[in-house]
């Protein structure tokens, strides 16, 4: 059973499950660890939002057992800033981060049978492939179109009210003015 969905998600700590086993170093985990394992030497370029990262997974409970992996599969793609992955990753150059996610962020009590039982920590191993560079184009795209439609909605709205009024104002008096005009003329 694979759990790609969910998994993107507990990579990274968006929006968190996890599985259970009562073990005492289960319960000792409460918040969310990110540990690097391979880091290259130099780094000259670094992930950051907006950012497309194409990564390879593999999940375990803390008892090893392997519940999701990318490995036999084509890499996952990911993009930074949409609280699915972790910033500050190396371009071109192998690194490998361990997350570790406790049990209260992930599945949670009810776990996901059979795979996952309730109330666990997972583990993931999560290594780069490759990072895509945010275009310029994407860039206007993903910072500055939401902000203009931010300025265009009281825009639009306040057109709507101008002209609104002004087909108000043009309207041809109603019949009672219009008999008040006969009446004067007689």
Same mark, same amino acid.
């Given at each position: ?27 000792? %985990?409460? #918040?969310?660890? *990110? +540990? ?12 950051? /939002?907006? !950012? ?16 999701d992996s990318s490995l ?48 666990? %920590?997972? #583990?993931?191993? *999560? +290594? ?12 206007? /795209?993903? !910072?500055?179109f939401p902000l203009v ?11 709507v009210g101008i002209y ?23």
């Amino acid at each position: 059973m694979k759990l790609k969905s969910g998994i993107l998600i507990v990579l990274f700590g968006a929006f968190i499950f996890a599985t259970s086993e009562d073990s005492e170093s289960e319960k000792n %985990v409460e #918040e969310l660890v *990110v +540990e690097t394992l391979v880091k290259p030497e130099t780094c000259t370029i670094t992930s950051v /939002v907006g !950012d497309t990262l194409a990564i390879h997974y593999t999940g375990r409970l803390l008892d090893g057992k392997v519940i999701d992996s990318s490995l036999s599969r084509d890499p996952l793609v990911v993009e930074l800033g949409k609280r699915t992955v972790i910033s500050g990753m190396c371009s071109g150059r192998v690194q490998k981060i361990k997350v570790t996610i406790p049990a209260h962020l992930a599945y949670g009590k009810r776990g996901y049978p059979p795979t996952i039982p309730g109330d666990s %920590v997972l #583990e993931f191993e *999560v +290594e780069v492939v490759s990072l895509t560079q945010q275009t310029p184009w994407q860039k206007l /795209v993903n !910072d500055i179109f939401p902000l203009v439609c931010l300025a265009l909605v009281p825009t639009l709205l306040g057109l709507v009210g101008i002209y609104l009024y002004n087909k108000a104002k043009a309207q041809p008096q109603g019949r009672k003015k219009s008999k008040d005009k006969k009446s004067k003329k007689k």
